[in-house]
């Protein structure tokens, strides 16, 4: 129960609510990932998984429905089928994914950073929710551990943790500068948490240079140089995502030949079951890789295109595919079906730059 003398607003726990006063905050967390962490494909496996499963739930609602409020109501959804549970008096649902409870309050008391002059609100200051308890906890890496890093003992592949954020973080020299992970995800204070499926914010942490290609000898060649000069862990993190370096010859029509064209791989390649790692090409934070080419000049080609796509939510479009062809999966299929599609929406392309060739 909340606290006693509060009003109806401050007892509220759903992030409408808390965007009445906190508008600016509230506007960024509905264009963040964060907000939609309760993803359709997540659901589906809830679906599949059934209510009575409600231990089973919390190895994913931990992190993307953490208030305990939000697995009540995920539980009774579920027993519901197609009738959803009736609305909390208090607003909390599942459908908000990780609100700003879910960072802020804890046993109804509400958290919060040091003001931007580093004072903390005072008791006799009488403020909304008897104001906050302010920790540097807020600007703190650490901070981010819970849903960013697993335990030493956690899934892993090679000897390295399937969710290593923090600790490629931690070795790495943003850490050594004091440039948490709050710096460049939520720059002055925002609730953004921009990421891989964001361009602008990638390319603002790579430096990519291309040669000019040479012709010689019946031959194309060109180098191309991609440093991560500004991401502050591995690029990218984790297995989700797939990068996609593409070099090849364009015609004069504006077509590349598909003959010409070199792939290499930016990623941490597993196998759905998480058991096997085929490849780990992700690139450090401070390192530089460097991709070559040299093929014959094929008839017709004019430029030397390369082209670097980036594939957000890769590994689940695959998991989401193998999902729906098991005939067993049944209760959960329209809503990983929307996934499916959702995920099949995100790749983009990064970088773009087309050479002639001389």
Not at 307 to 325: G, H, K, N, Q, S
Request: charge should be neutral.
């Amino acid at each position: 129960m909340p606290p006693a003398g509060y009003s109806q607003l401050e007892s509220a726990l759903d992030p409408v609510s808390c965007g009445t006063c906190h508008a600016q905050q509230y506007k960024d967390w509905k264009t963040a990932l964060h907000s939609l962490a309760m993803s359709p494909g997540l659901f589906g496996q809830l679906q599949e998984m059934g209510a009575e499963a409600a231990d089973d739930h919390q190895a994913c609602i931990r992190c993307h429905a953490p208030l305990a409020e939000q697995g009540e109501q995920l539980r009774k959804t579920l027993a519901r089928g197609a009738h959803p549970a009736p609305q909390r008096s208090d607003g909390v649902s599942h459908v908000h994914g990780l609100t700003c409870a879910g960072c802020h309050v804890r046993n109804r008391q509400v958290f919060g950073p040091l003001r931007r002059d580093d004072s903390a609100p005072t008791p006799e200051q009488k403020l909304p929710h008897d104001g906050w308890l302010a920790t540097e906890a807020f600007q703190d890496s650490r901070f981010c551990i819970a849903c960013h890093q697993f335990e030493p003992d956690g899934p892993a592949l090679n000897g390295k943790l399937l969710e290593n954020t923090y600790e490629e973080w931690r070795v790495s020299r943003h850490a050594r500068e004091n440039r948490p992970c709050q710096s460049c995800h939520m720059p002055d204070r925002r609730h953004l948490w921009r990421g891989i499926h964001d361009p602008e914010m990638v390319k603002s942490g790579l430096k990519i240079e291309a040669s000019r290609p040479i012709v010689a000898n019946g031959q194309v060649s060109a180098n191309l140089q991609i440093t991560n000069h500004g991401v502050g862990h591995a690029f990218p993190t984790y297995v989700t995502p797939r990068v996609m370096v593409e070099i090849g010859q364009e015609s004069r029509k504006g077509k590349m030949i598909p003959e010409s064209v070199e792939r290499h791989l930016i990623a941490r390649d597993v196998s759905l079951d998480l058991r096997t790692e085929k490849s780990d090409t992700r690139i450090m934070p401070d390192e530089t890789r460097r991709y070559g080419y040299a093929k014959v000049m094929y008839p017709g080609a004019a430029a030397l295109t390369i082209r670097i796509i980036v594939e957000p939510d890769a590994f689940y479009a695959d998991f989401y595919r193998a999902t729906l062809d098991d005939p067993e999966f049944r209760i959960g299929r329209k809503a990983v079906s929307e996934a499916l599609r959702r995920a099949e929406q995100s790749p983009y392309t990064m970088f773009l730059k087309t050479i002639p060739v001389e």
